[in-house]
């Protein structure tokens, strides 16, 4: 099991955010993908769940590249972006449900209440989204970590923010029990945290200079 990017680029606007990127992350893993604000961290991310192509490069899973196994590969991984993506209209559990389903993963009502007990939201497990505090909000995005059946590749952007410390200990925590029983992590974050568990590769993107090129 492995992701592979191969001389990844990505140019948006005009600026070249990257160019040149090698990734590989297998088996017990972790990348930490560091870099200012701008210098295309999210941007690498989605490149290597699929969710954009690259200007330039290709993201293989298992030695195959993704645009071919595009439903399989999906299946295989879970992303937790910046925001928590989160209907406000629909309860926490809810909110569960549906993303699961969306990402094809057999999740019932019981599941969800359990995720949400793990992350310490039980009593806001029927409360609608929008009426949770923005760390609240990021523990429900979290809760997918929980679901039964965990995805084996995570890509998680800024996992720990707006978490305090008792949230963000657990989820290093649960993040090291992945690693450790054979998953993979690509991630973000601006806090200190090294992911323990696995073995930890960092990536630093630097900003680029401004040049017209085609987007990614």
């Known amino acids: 099991m492995a992701l592979k990017g191969s001389r990844l680029a990505c140019v948006r606007g005009g600026r070249t955010l990257f160019e040149g990127i090698e990734v590989e992350v297998g088996a017990g893993e972790a990348l930490w ?64 449900l549906l993303g699961a389903r969306l990402a094809g993963r057999r999740a019932e009502a019981a599941d969800a209440e359990t995720a949400l007990d793990r992350v310490g939201l039980r009593r806001q497990a029927r409360l609608p989204a929008g009426r949770l505090s923005q760390g609240q909000r990021r523990r429900v995005a979290l809760a997918r970590l929980h679901l039964p059946r965990a995805p084996r590749l995570l890509v998680l952007d800024e996992p720990f923010a707006a978490l305090d410390a008792a949230a963000s200990g657990h989820l290093e925590a649960v993040l090291a029990h992945h690693l450790a029983s054979g998953g993979s992590i690509v991630y973000t974050t601006h806090q200190t945290q090294a992911l323990r568990g696995g073995r930890l590769q960092t990536l630093r993107l630097a900003a680029q200079r401004a040049r017209t090129a085609l987007p990614c």
């Open 33 to 96: 993908v560091q870099g200012d604000n701008g210098s295309g961290k999210t941007s690498l991310l989605r490149l290597l769940c699929g969710l954009s192509a690259p200007t330039l490069g290709t993201v293989q899973w298992c030695g195959q590249d993704l645009r071919r196994l595009r439903e399989d590969f999906h299946r295989e991984l879970l992303y937790i972006g910046h925001a928590p993506g989160l209907k406000d209209e629909l309860t926490a559990a809810e909110n569960l």
